[in-house]
């Protein structure tokens, strides 16, 4: 990986890349086989293939990032509940720019986050501590993944995320206890 403020950002924190089929929670592995089920055989589905009933399981933790003239700006068109608990503020039509000019060093690693999957076409899990700006008592850790969207299989014009944020990490926990998470998560939906 060339250096980044995202490889820049795996190599100083606790934070590493992990393959789709390695993802934990249930949240963020029902998204990433439903992406995988609307791909077919292209490399990465559209926008306009992705349906409130598909991510229905999953629809809190998801964001749609629309992509603006190649990646000169990206704009957050879709942000689930858990999402914006987590943010703490309503994101849906904050651009990136917007952020940068607010949170440069933050604003410089979500720009590096997108690039890598636009630029790749290819999807991107990060799991591990949360960026210092964004943690607190319920939410130090997270697992995250981006995937790319669009009409054509030569250009990413949307990405789609699905991210989950804890107080403790998770990927080592069995399958039983993760269930029991998920079951839980979803009560509390």
């Not at 077919?40 to 926008?47: I, S």
Request: hydrophobic share 40%.
């Amino acid at each position: 990986m060339p250096d980044t403020p995202l490889s820049h950002y795996l190599r100083t924190n606790d934070v590493a890349t992990c393959a789709v089929e390695d993802v934990s929670d249930p949240y963020v592995k029902a998204g990433a086989a439903y992406w995988r089920s609307l791909c077919g055989q292209r490399k990465f589905p559209a926008r306009g293939d992705l349906t409130l009933r598909g991510m229905a399981a999953f629809i809190h933790h998801v964001i749609i990032i629309r992509v603006d003239d190649g990646g000169a700006d990206y704009e957050y068109r879709y942000v689930g509940e858990a999402q914006r608990q987590a943010y703490g503020m309503p994101l849906k039509g904050i651009r990136l720019t917007q952020v940068e000019v607010a949170t440069p060093q933050l604003g410089v690693l979500i720009r590096s986050v997108f690039e890598q999957v636009r630029s790749s076409q290819m999807p991107l899990v990060l799991r591990g501590r949360i960026y210092g700006e964004l943690a607190n008592d319920k939410r130090r850790f997270h697992e995250t993944i981006w995937m790319p969207l669009g009409d054509s299989e030569t250009c990413v014009d949307h990405l789609l995320m699905i991210g989950v944020q804890v107080p403790k990490p998770f990927w080592e926990a069995t399958p039983d206890r993760l269930r029991i998470l998920a079951d839980h998560g979803r009560a509390s939906a």
